[in-house]
């Protein structure tokens, strides 16, 4: 409760700073930043509920997911909690920033995919059904157990339903789109883009440049916002399923030890010499 009134108050979650000199100017842009993103954002009933699931993520398996995007169906910026589960990145990253590549699994009903076709947005390919689709992961089967949601032929990840697309942040060399050097020579230099597949056709339904077009830089756009628990050794943190998962562990073991001490302390002592008693 203290973490939503800190970072979800009533007003709205945008606040200004001006840094430096103030003028009236500079105060009159500062205001109209903050009402323009806490509009958005009040506006939009799935706001607060999404941030909240962010959070608890967080608790829950260390890191929370928050990804802000312009959605093309509803034509106006959102912000969504992302599964922790549906986050691939490459083992060595020491953080979100630094890895040289970064997948969102997520899914889309086959209405709104359709729709994203239609408007252009993603390339006119044909995405057949998956059939014997299962879940195995551990943790959601158990989450969904715990919710009272049970696997059905209507289940979310279902494909009868949906379509299951990666979202690939990543640097390429594109051929046709190479970078070119100030003498127009092709430089070979990877630049950051966002390509989206379609999981089962395995093909690539669209392809966006994902960095400022005059950032001579080239530094990657990451729309997802992370929010850790608690710092762990690699990207990920550490939440109470790590933590007490591993107290856990040792309450058992040690709970083993009492009873074995138990038993053999009530267990009777004694010598007995072979031939003492008939």
């Not at 699931?53 to 967080?58: A, D, P, V």
């Not at 630094?98 to 969102?104: D, N």
């Not at 990840?157 to 046709?176: C, R």
């Not at 966002?194 to 950032?215: G, H, L, M, Y």
């Amino acid at each position: 409760s203290s973490i939503i009134g800190e970072l979800l108050p009533v007003g709205g979650p945008a606040d200004t700073e001006i840094m430096g000199e103030q003028s009236e100017e500079s105060l009159g842009r500062a205001l109209r930043v903050k009402e323009m993103m806490n509009d958005y954002t009040l506006n939009d009933i799935d706001f607060y509920g999404e941030m909240t699931r962010s959070l608890n993520w967080s608790i829950l398996q260390g890191s929370g997911f928050i990804k802000t995007y312009y959605d093309p169906i509803e034509r106006r910026p959102v912000a969504r909690c992302v599964n922790p589960d549906d986050i691939i990145l490459n083992s060595n990253a020491p953080s979100m920033a630094r890895a040289t590549r970064i997948t969102q699994v997520f899914y889309l009903s086959r209405k709104e995919f359709k729709l994203l076709q239609l408007s252009g947005y993603y390339a006119p390919i044909v995405v057949e059904e998956e059939q014997n689709y299962t879940n195995d992961n551990v943790l959601v089967t158990k989450i969904e157990a715990i919710d009272g949601v049970k696997p059905n032929e209507a289940n979310f990840n279902t494909s009868k339903n949906y379509v299951k697309l990666f979202e690939v942040l990543v640097d390429v060399d594109i051929k046709g789109f190479e970078h070119t050097n100030e003498n127009g020579e092709v430089s070979g230099l990877p630049i950051p883009y966002s390509i989206i597949i379609a999981v089962q056709e395995q093909k690539i339904v669209r392809i966006t440049r994902n960095f400022e077009p005059n950032d001579d830089r080239f530094q990657r756009i990451n729309p997802l916002d992370q929010y850790i628990s608690n710092v762990g050794f690699g990207v990920m943190g550490y939440g109470l399923t790590h933590l007490l998962g591993s107290s856990a562990r040792i309450a058992t073991m040690l709970l083993r030890q009492v009873v074995d001490a138990g038993t053999l302390s009530n267990f009777p002592g004694g010598l007995r010499a072979r031939g003492a008693i008939k």
